[in-house]
Structures are given as structure tokens and as C-alpha cells.
């Protein structure tokens, strides 16, 4: 039977597959091994069966067992033929691991889920062509089932493999050998999204092995193999965006197609052998290429170094150093990518054989994966920047294995036992002879640490209870003036200050703590020493205590103060002074905050009330300046506006009535006169009426001072006026009554025309200075509606806070009065009994199993180290030939003697140093802790005479405690 622990990364070598994205995650394995061989001349069977239980690190729910089995037997039938079958099956579990690059924060959730199934059997025949030439032919059934939660990891398929294989030795250094294969293998379509497909490969592989030396052997393979891939539909619908079910119209069948492709494998490799080192390295490269419309080609690398080296019978050191490369290259209609990956891995591992049967196995192993693709999307399953990443994976494991193989030799059956078997009197003979070695290092060990955990000073532990009492006012009437916070929050900001330098340094002088400290230590380093000792702890309800606390939290209203201290007052006074500290401290928090409220309260009330009083001022103002313009005078600027336009239409028909009625009367005072005179026409009197006549006529038309006509004549008539020297109108000549009366209206039609024309301006003047208020009237409105939003707000704002003003006065008044929320002390802190520290019991325990373990491995590298041949086996497998006798150890009598006076004089040297450790141990702590109970009499002298004042001074007299009654 072999029994082994191992640990590996969930699965085979497909955990590194370039389908999906790794991420690191490792595994712990229970391997428990059955192994039964049995050889004879002519049949040699073996039977191996493991079963591996796995427990993945970081994950929930996957953890599983995998079994494992194997057999074989062998025939000879004649000298030179034989005739070998072995099968072999495996039931596991395959775990995918995935990380995406693009997540900031690394998870170890499971990409993939597979349930692997696999079993094979194998037929061969062997034969002896001659003494250098060899055949063998055989044939290989096996069968692959894996379902997973996803379509790619479901696979069903089987193999059928046939090789021939040719060895001959060229001479006896050198052996060359060729081998010839053919595989098919069919993959049956698992769901609606795949098909079926039968892959035929045939390999043909030239080998050559050369022994340089006694201990240097190299060797080397290659050759081609050629790959032919045909895929079948068999129901099988192409997944796209518009396909989510094979009845969907976005879906289109597998084609029928065929792949082709062309592998060429070689392999190179070297052994060296030393007394107690081997050390081999290998190099494999093969190169891989398909010639289709989906070409893809592949280039893998492996450089691999394998380091053993015994260094002891039973000790062995072996090291791994494996470097890889995949690159490979994919073409395709929707574009070409390339998928590239880096895989370093170190193995260490140590094996100790603890007998020829039983081994202890442990070993380490790193890997580091760095995974890049770039390329078209359509070539990858999505984004091929989600296959960009990189994989670091830490495995180890410890093993214990046990073998049984019963052979024959000599024709007679002797159970040699030359490399496995657990014998019960190996471990006797380890104890008898290795057991005092290991009691005395246990004993010495035990005996240390009593004396250490005698040494160690006691601690006394003191606790006070605080109780977080709610409001004692109903919140519907009255709401806190403190937020109310998570209590785990509050208490922490709480602890940090009560607990800061100044206050414990404060308590440090108060109590005269540690003082043989104070002048070894700096002052910052005692407080911390203190600090150590100081705990804060949330204190459960019966209901929540035992629940588990997983995924959710617990919400608690009672806490306990803890101070360690080797005096038991002390450590009881410490405790109340802290949980007092927290009571004023809560008390001091709740009315600062409301008294800052309300103060704050004021202050804004008063800046309001400022800027209320600020933009009234505003508002009048305003209003000063845009009299006549204001929004509520805009209704009588209009009807002024409109009687002012009226009045202006009414002095313009006046006026204009006027001054047509002076040029009508104007031209009757020029018409009456003495036109048939014998004055000469051409004389500049008579041209100037003639130019009178005519302007007037002009005038009476509605023509312009501006009018080119007007202007001719007023040119002329000015001309005229230069030449007589006299103002228009005067003349020497009499005139008639008819030319009087004529100018009398004249001028009375002048006047009216006057009095219009003063009319129309003041009007026309008037009826601007409305249209201008009335244009200022939207900008003014503007400003007084902007000032009274302000306003209003302030107002509403300033009604508010004297709303919550008179709120903060009651919450104010309320936490004076210690009606809000409030610490109280549940349970006062005591004396401690017994010391609630150090755990001396614990320590000798822990002593005694360190003390058992110390001694059993340093009597393990004793027997390791030691050369000598105990028992008839180690004989037996020292010189590799069975023994047929062991005499056992002869004593004499005074012998017996001699040991008997050793083991009295050992046993008392023994009782002497337990009985010397176990008083020198209990002196120490009377040293250090003192007797139970005892008490300087100067210290209950100054107990009593101080009376009622060291009550007054005493830290719990700082705060009474207050009752769970209130």
C-alpha cells in the first residue's frame, strides 16, 4: 500500500491550455495508494490503485477525490517470446483557471468545470529476433469522457492506436531502433454547438542511443508525423451573434471538412551518472503545419534539467528545471493571430526513507506563465487582449508512502523486503535505540519551559462593562443632535484619542506605572508598552454569541474596557479610570456638538439677517432711482403716452392749419394791390413781389424750406433784398384797405401758428421722456425681481434656521440634562481572582509536544547519520543477499551489573535536576509574583489612615458609576 500526500495544479498538463485566460490558484492532494505486485518466472501481474483528494486553495465547493487504477501482466511464453496487457482508469476532476488581464484586483473563481473519465488498455507481443535485433508490436484502446459546465470543455471520444517498434544494437555501446504508429481518434458531438470530427495520425520516429562511457549515455529521436482531420456535422449548427439556438435563422450548419497537417518531432537528451548524482538534460522541439483554408502553424520548445543526488541511504535531494515555448500562428478568413506562451517551472523535492518501506516525501514546485496574443478578434473567442496575462502558481506537498513487493530468489520465496515494507520492529529497534537521546531533549525542553512560564510575571485582567443606553426622550418628539454613527466607528475614533500619548501618559503619573521602566525607556516607548495591555472589545448579546459572523455584521450596544497588570487593584483602577474616561468623553463629544450647533445656529441667523437687512436697502434704492420707471407705473406711463400722442396730433393739425391759413392771407395782401400800375415791370419792387407771390404759392403747396424751388426763390429774393437795402414787406408805396385787412389776418394766422409750434415741441418733448420711462421699465423690473428672489430665499433660509435654531436649544438642553444617547457602566471592574495570564498549563503543553518533536528529530538525524548495521534486514540490503540467521545480544552478568548501577546513577542525576528545576522554578515565582494573598504592612497601615480622602482621590470616585438602572 502507498500512502502519499502530494500537490499539484488541478489537473494534467491541459491546465495551461490557450483557450482561456490563467490565473494562479494551486491545490492540496490526499493521495492514499494500494500497490500489489507479484512475480514469478514465467508471469509477473501488478495492480496499482490511488485515490488523490484535492482541496483547492481560495475556492468554495470543488473539492473532490480522483481514482485512480493501473494493471498489468506478463507472460513469457517462450524464452524469446512474451506477451504483456495492461489497462489502467481514471476518474477525476480537471479545474480551469482564468484571470482576466483587464481586472484590476486578481480572483481565484473558476473559468472552467470538468469531470474527466479516462481508460485504456494495451496488448502487446514481444519478440527476440536474434541476439541484437527485437520486435514488438502492440495495440491501444482508450477512452476519453469530460463534461464540463461550458460547450468546449464537454468532450466524448475514443482511440485505437496501433505501433510497430524495431530495436537493434549496432554493437554494445550503440542501439538504433525505428518505430512506426497509427492513431485514430474519434470525437463524438456532445452538443448542438459542436460537431464531430475523427483525427488519423501516423508517425514514423528514427531513434539512436549511445553509452559514451560506464556513466554517460546520450540519445536521440526524430521524425515526421503526418495529421489528417475530418470534421462531420452530425446535427451541429455554427454559433453565431444571431444564433442563440439551433432552431434560430442565424444559424448555418458544419460544413464537411477536411484538415491537413505535418509535425516534425525531434528530440535530444544526456545522463551522467556519478557514486551518489545523476544528472540528466533533454532538449524537445516539434514544428507543426496545416495547409488549409484555416491554416495554422506551431513551434513548442522544451529544454528540461533533472538533478538527483543521494546523500545518505535513506536520503535523497532531487531538483527539476523545465523551460517551454508554444507559438503559434493561426490564418483564417476573418484574419491571422498569433498566440504566444512562456512556461519556466522548478521543482525541489526531498525523500527520506524512514525504513525499506515507508518514505516521507516532501516537495516544491514554482511555475511562471506569461501568455500574449495579438491579432484579429474573429480568430479568438472574443478579445484577444483577454489571453494576455501572466501566471505565477506555488505547489507543495508532504507524502508519507508505503510499498509491498514479494519477489522470488533462488527458487525459494523470501520476502527480501530490499526497497519498500513498513516493519513494526524498525520502529521499536529506532526507539530502543535512539528513545534516551529523545528523552532527554524532551525532558531538558520541558523542564526550560516550566522554568521560563515559573519566571514569567502574572497578569491580572480587569474588565468594565459600558452599556450605550439610547435616548431616554421619545425620537418623534425630540431627534439627537448627533449623528448617529456605527458605534464600531465611534468607538474607534473614541479609543484612538482616550488612548493617545497624553491621556495614558496622564494615567501612566496618576498611578506611577511602570516605573522601573521610566529610566530604561523612552517615554513614548512606555505608553506603548501600556497601549499593548489596553484592549477595547464589542460585547455580544446571548442571541448573537455562537452565530457565525460570515457575510454579515452584528450590531452591538455594549463594549468592555481590558487592562492587563501584574497588580490586581491597579489593573482594576486602570480599567475604571478608562471606562470613566470613555463616560466623559461621550458626555463632553455630544454636548460639544450641540452646543457648537447651536452656536452655529446663531451665527447664521445673525449673517442673514445682515444680508436680509443688506438687500432691502437694495430694493429702496432701486426704487429711488427709477421713479416714474418702476413695474408698477407702467400702466400710467402708458396712458400718458397715449393722451400725450393724441394732444401732439391735435397742436399739428392746428399748427398746420394755421400755417396755411398766414400764406393764404399772405398772397391776398400781395394780390390786392396795384398790380396795373405804371410801375415798370422789370424793376426789382415788382420782381420781389412776384417772388413773394410765387413762394407763397409754394408753401400753400406743402413744399420745404429744403425743396430746390423754395430754394431758387429764397436765393433770389435775397438777392433782391441786397439790392433794395429794405426787409421784405417794406415799402414806400401806400397800400389799400383790401392789403390791410389782408396782413392784419395774416399776422393773427401767424401767431395761432406760433402758439401750435410751441405746443407740438413741448408735447413731442413730453411724449419722449414717457416713452424713455417706459423703456427703463424691463431693466428696473429686472433688478427689483433679482433682488426679491434673493430676498425671498434669504427669507425662507433665515425662516429655517430659526426653526432649527430653536430645535438645537431643545437638543441642546436635552444632552445637558444627559436625556440623549449615553454611556453607562453595566459592570464596574474587580479584582481578578487568579491571574488570567500567562497560560502556564498551555505552555507546558505546548513545551511537552515542542520538547517530543525536537528530540524525535534530532534521534531522526542521529539514525539518519549513523553507518552501523542494526538488524538482519539492513544486513540484507546492505549486501543485497537474504540472511539465514541474526543471533541476538548476549549479556553476562556483569554486564546486567554495569547497567544497572548506570541507570540508578542516571535515574537520580534525572530526580535531581527535576527536583532542583521544579524548586528552583517555584523560588521564581515567589520572586517574581510574590506569596498568594500577602500584602506590606505599610501598605494596609496607609490604607486605613488615609480613610475617606482616598476614596475622595481614588479614580473611581472621578465619575460615579452609574447603575443598569440609571
Excluded at 538533478?307 to 535531494?317: E, G, K, N
Excluded at 517615554?523 to 508598552?529: D, I, K, N, P
Excluded at 392749419?657 to 422789370?682: H, R
Aim: charged content about 25%; some cysteine.
Amino acid at each position: 500500500m502507498d500512502l502519499s500526500l502530494e500537490s499539484r495544479l488541478g489537473g494534467d498538463s491541459n491546465v495551461f491550455r490557450s483557450e482561456k485566460p490563467k490565473k494562479e490558484d494551486g491545490t492540496w492532494e490526499l493521495m492514499p495508494r494500494l500497490a500489489v505486485r507479484e512475480e514469478n518466472d514465467d508471469l509477473n501481474y501488478a495492480f496499482d490503485y490511488q485515490a488523490n483528494y484535492r482541496n483547492y486553495i481560495n475556492t468554495v465547493g470543488i473539492d473532490g477525490v480522483d481514482h485512480t487504477g493501473n494493471g498489468r501482466v506478463s507472460w513469457a511464453v517462450t524464452p524469446i517470446d512474451k506477451i504483456e496487457a495492461s489497462g489502467s482508469y481514471y476518474n477525476g476532476r480537471q479545474f480551469l483557471f482564468g484571470r482576466n488581464a483587464s481586472s484590476p484586483v486578481p480572483s481565484f473563481d473558476v473559468n472552467d468545470r470538468e469531470r474527466i473519465r479516462i481508460s485504456d488498455a494495451t496488448l502487446s507481443y514481444n519478440r527476440m529476433l536474434s541476439r541484437a535485433l527485437s520486435l514488438r508490436l502492440s495495440g491501444t484502446f482508450d477512452d476519453f469522457d469530460a463534461s464540463g459546465t461550458s460547450e468546449q470543455s464537454q468532450t466524448d471520444s475514443r482511440a485505437y492506436t496501433g505501433q510497430l517498434t524495431t530495436e537493434y544494437a549496432l554493437d554494445p555501446l550503440t542501439e538504433v531502433g525505428l518505430t512506426l504508429s497509427s492513431r485514430r481518434r474519434e470525437n463524438r458531438a456532445t452538443g448542438p454547438f459542436r460537431p464531430s470530427s475523427r483525427t488519423d495520425v501516423w508517425d514514423l520516429m528514427f531513434s539512436v542511443s549511445r553509452r559514451v562511457t560506464p556513466t554517460f549515455i546520450v540519445s536521440a529521436q526524430a521524425g515526421p508525423s503526418f495529421i489528417r482531420q475530418q470534421q462531420v456535422p452530425a446535427g451541429a449548427v455554427i454559433r453565431s451573434n444571431a444564433c442563440l439556438a439551433p432552431t434560430d435563422p442565424g444559424c448555418q450548419d458544419y460544413p464537411n471538412k477536411e484538415s491537413n497537417a505535418v509535425t516534425l518531432f525531434a528530440t535530444a537528451s544526456a545522463r551522467q551518472s556519478w557514486k551518489t548524482t545523476d544528472l540528466s538534460a533533454s532538449y524537445i522541439r516539434s514544428e507543426a503545419r496545416s495547409g488549409n483554408t484555416a491554416s495554422s502553424s506551431s513551434i513548442a520548445d522544451r529544454v528540461q534539467v533533472n538533478l538527483d543526488h543521494r546523500v545518505s541511504d535513506r536520503l535523497t535531494l532531487r531538483a527539476l528545471v523545465a523551460w517551454d515555448r508554444l507559438d503559434q500562428i493561426f490564418s483564417q478568413a476573418g484574419g491571422t493571430g498569433r498566440f504566444t506562451q512562456y512556461l519556466s517551472r522548478t521543482t525541489e523535492s526531498i525523500e527520506f526513507a524512514l525504513s525499506r518501506r515507508w518514505y516521507l516525501i516532501g516537495q516544491y514546485t514554482f511555475m511562471h506563465q506569461i501568455n500574449d496574443a495579438s491579432g484579429q478578434t474573429r480568430v479568438f473567442v472574443g478579445d484577444p487582449t483577454a489571453y494576455k496575462n501572466k501566471v505565477q502558481v506555488h505547489i507543495g506537498f508532504v507524502g508519507v508512502r508505503f510499498t509491498f513487493e514479494p519477489s522470488r530468489v533462488l527458487g525459494q520465496e523470501i520476502e527480501m523486503n530490499l526497497d519498500q515494507g513498513a516493519q513494526v520492529i524498525d520502529f521499536l529497534g529506532f526507539a530502543r535505540r535512539r528513545g534516551k537521546l529523545v528523552a532527554v531533549v524532551a525532558g531538558v525542553f520541558l523542564l526550560v519551559t516550566y522554568w521560563v512560564a515559573m519566571a514569567l510575571p502574572n497578569l491580572y485582567s480587569s474588565a468594565a462593562t459600558i452599556l450605550v443606553e439610547p435616548q431616554s426622550v421619545n425620537k418623534d418628539l425630540v431627534e439627537s443632535g448627533v449623528r448617529e454613527t456605527d458605534l464600531n466607528e465611534r468607538l474607534g475614533l473614541m479609543t484612538a484619542e482616550i488612548l493617545s500619548r497624553t491621556r495614558l501618559s496622564k494615567i501612566i503619573n496618576d498611578f506611577k506605572l511602570y516605573e522601573d521602566e521610566w529610566d530604561e525607556m523612552e517615554r513614548t516607548e512606555v505608553v506603548e508598552h501600556m497601549r499593548d495591555y489596553v484592549s477595547v472589545e464589542p460585547v455580544f448579546n446571548q442571541l448573537e454569541t455562537g452565530q457565525p459572523r460570515v457575510n454579515r455584521d452584528f450590531e452591538f450596544n455594549t463594549f468592555r474596557i481590558v487592562f492587563l497588570h501584574e497588580d490586581k487593584e491597579i489593573a482594576r483602577d486602570v480599567a475604571q479610570r478608562i471606562a470613566n474616561d470613555f463616560i466623559n468623553r461621550n458626555i463632553k463629544d455630544r454636548t460639544s456638538v450641540t452646543a457648537k450647533s447651536l452656536e452655529f445656529m446663531r451665527d447664521k441667523i445673525e449673517s442673514l439677517s445682515k444680508e436680509l437687512a443688506a438687500i432691502e436697502k437694495q430694493i429702496a434704492d432701486v426704487k429711488a432711482e427709477s421713479v416714474g420707471s418702476l413695474p408698477e407705473e407702467l400702466n400710467a406711463n402708458q396712458n400718458s403716452l397715449q393722451f400725450a400722442t393724441n394732444d401732439l396730433r391735435d397742436a399739428q393739425r392746428i399748427f398746420d392749419a394755421a400755417q396755411s391759413d398766414a400764406a393764404y392771407w399772405k398772397n391776398q395782401a400781395l394780390n390786392s394791390g396795384d398790380l396795373s400800375s405804371p410801375n415798370d415791370v422789370t424793376s426789382p419792387i415788382y420782381r420781389m413781389r412776384a417772388l413773394e407771390l410765387e413762394r407763397n404759392s409754394l408753401i400753400a403747396r406743402g413744399y420745404t424750406a429744403k425743396h430746390p424751388d423754395m430754394v431758387r426763390v429764397d436765393a433770389e429774393m435775397a438777392v433782391l433784398r441786397e439790392k433794395l437795402k429794405v426787409q421784405p414787406g417794406e415799402e414806400d408805396d401806400p397800400t389799400s384797405i383790401g392789403e390791410q385787412n389782408a396782413r392784419a389776418e395774416q399776422r393773427r394766422a401767424e401767431q395761432r401758428a406760433v402758439a401750435a409750434s410751441e405746443d407740438v415741441d413741448r408735447l413731442r418733448a413730453e411724449i419722449t421722456a414717457i416713452e424713455g420711462r417706459i423703456a427703463a421699465t424691463p431693466s428696473v423690473a429686472e433688478r427689483l425681481d433679482a433682488l426679491n428672489r434673493n430676498y425671498d430665499q434669504l427669507s425662507r433660509t433665515y425662516q429655517d434656521f430659526s426653526n432649527r435654531l430653536q430645535q438645537a436649544s431643545v437638543q441642546a438642553d436635552m444632552e445637558r440634562r444627559q436625556l440623549g444617547e449615553k454611556f453607562m457602566i453595566l459592570e464596574s471592574a474587580e479584582e481578578a481572582f487568579e491571574p488570567s495570564s500567562p497560560n502556564r498549563i498551555l505552555l507546558l503543553s505546548l513545551g511537552a509536544i515542542l520538547g517530543l518533536a525536537l528530540g524525535a528529530g534530532i534521534g531522526l538525524v542521529a539514525e539518519v547519520t549513523d553507518s552501523s548495521l542494526h538488524t538482519s534486514n539492513e544486513l540484507q540490503t546492505a549486501l543485497g543477499i537474504p540472511v539465514l540467521a541474526s543471533v541476538p545480544r548476549i549479556m553476562l552478568e556483569a554486564d546486567r551489573v554495569a547497567r544497572s548501577r548506570q541507570i540508578r546513577r542516571e535515574t537520580l542525576a534525572a530526580i535531581g535536576v527535576v527536583v532542583f528545576v521544579l524548586l528552583g522554578g517555584a523560588a521564581t515565582y515567589l520572586f517574581v509574583n510574590g506569596f498568594p494573598g500577602f500584602r506590606p504592612m505599610t501598605e494596609e497601615a496607609g490604607s486605613e489612615s488615609e480613610g475617606g480622602s482616598a476614596d475622595s482621590s481614588s479614580p473611581q470616585a472621578s465619575l460615579p458609576s452609574v447603575s443598569p438602572h440609571g
